[in-house]
């Protein structure tokens, strides 16, 4: 069976020891995904940010808090990795700078420095073998559901990924979700509302369905 | 019995639909407070950020997210408090602007426009009647300690408290912390180390004796 590298949560993008920049994701799809791919038979790396979870018994977690980190603990367990899930809901940017303790209060207006983070996904991607990568697009700007699945193929083509996962912000933090799934072959997948647990199954047997057909075709 | 206005957790101060500043707080030290008054026979309202926690039973709570509508809240409640404990850790600053939805990636830098939250604790005891307000003071360069009392000191003057519980950043999600009181007749209390629900019991006990030493002196 493949080795599955999950990322997983928010990151946290420290302005100081107390403040950060993060998000409203609880972790619960990628963390769904992890116990998934073990209950399916897979070794199972998650790779992740601060949440409330408790790792699926099973699986290998490494707890990391800014995307800085979580890209170097993805780059530590990818030589070993067959599938990827990046799952994270990874911060954009991070503070240039990051204060040592607590700043004394301040009652000014300032300006925060905010400096782009890596792409975790797609610099993973770039070494791919016959590794299968799956992303996921949060896309708030949902009214135009034709429109949110072009901007999602581009992403997928761009991050050389071969399934992408898209919801809207509504997912975040959410029991229930409907998902729609692109693959790179230009293929839509319309998963009905359900539980995280049953898209994640859904979503790991997809990822081993293609998985498989690379190595068979690999084969000689 | 006084009536016990609580602030708690954390707050959240968005940039747009899906990222926000914020910190670490739990909301544990507060929502302690809050079950321990409402042990003692105090009528509670728990003005609370978004945290994982339950509300003490019998307690009324009001879930806000940001400082301003901590704010906004606890003027509401204000009224019909005699002892106010500010916990929550409110964050200083927020974004000047909230932008709609999530803006698609941006791969450069940019600069974040922060703007100074009002201090809820402060502003609160500007209408402060015979109410007893008690203070938190989170400190993480707390290398010195008598300076981190000074500092405590100069915070409970400044915005008209009667006590000031001083830790530092290490209280932050933990189980047990060493606190040290201080008043506004100049006197210090250190509290051995010890976990929150203890510290909270013994802080609603001090509260209670201030306010019904003011309640006494008011009397003819």
Not at 77 to 104: N, Q, S, T, W, Y
Not at 211 to 218: G, K, M, Q, S, Y
Request: glycine letters at 6%; proline letters at 6%; hydrophobic letters at 45%.
């Amino acid at each position: 069976m493949p080795t599955v590298l999950v990322t997983a949560g928010p990151t946290r993008e420290h302005l100081d020891e107390v403040r950060f920049l993060t998000n409203a994701s609880t972790g619960r799809m990628g963390y769904a995904i992890a116990a998934a791919a073990h209950a399916a038979g897979c070794e199972v790396v998650l790779v992740t940010g601060p949440t409330h979870l408790t790792p699926p018994a099973g699986v290998t977690d490494v707890q990391v808090v800014s995307a800085l980190e979580m890209l170097a603990a993805c780059e530590r367990a990818l030589a070993r990795a067959d599938i990827v899930f990046g799952v994270a809901a990874v911060a954009d940017h991070r503070p240039r700078a990051r204060h040592a303790g607590k700043p004394a209060k301040n009652d000014a207006p300032y300006s925060l420095e905010l400096v782009p983070n890596p792409d975790i996904l797609a610099s993973l991607a770039r070494v791919k073998g016959r590794r299968v990568f799956v992303g996921f697009s949060l896309d708030a700007q949902a009214a135009d559901a034709s429109a949110q699945r072009e901007r999602a193929r581009r992403k997928l083509e761009r991050k050389g990924l071969d399934l992408i996962v898209v919801n809207d912000s509504s997912a975040l933090g959410a029991e229930r979700s409907a998902v729609t799934v692109l693959d790179a072959g230009g293929h839509d997948y319309a998963l009905p509302p359900q539980d995280k647990e049953a898209t994640a199954a859904w979503l790991v047997q997809l990822a081993l369905a293609r998985w498989r057909t690379r190595v068979d075709e690999a084969s000689p």
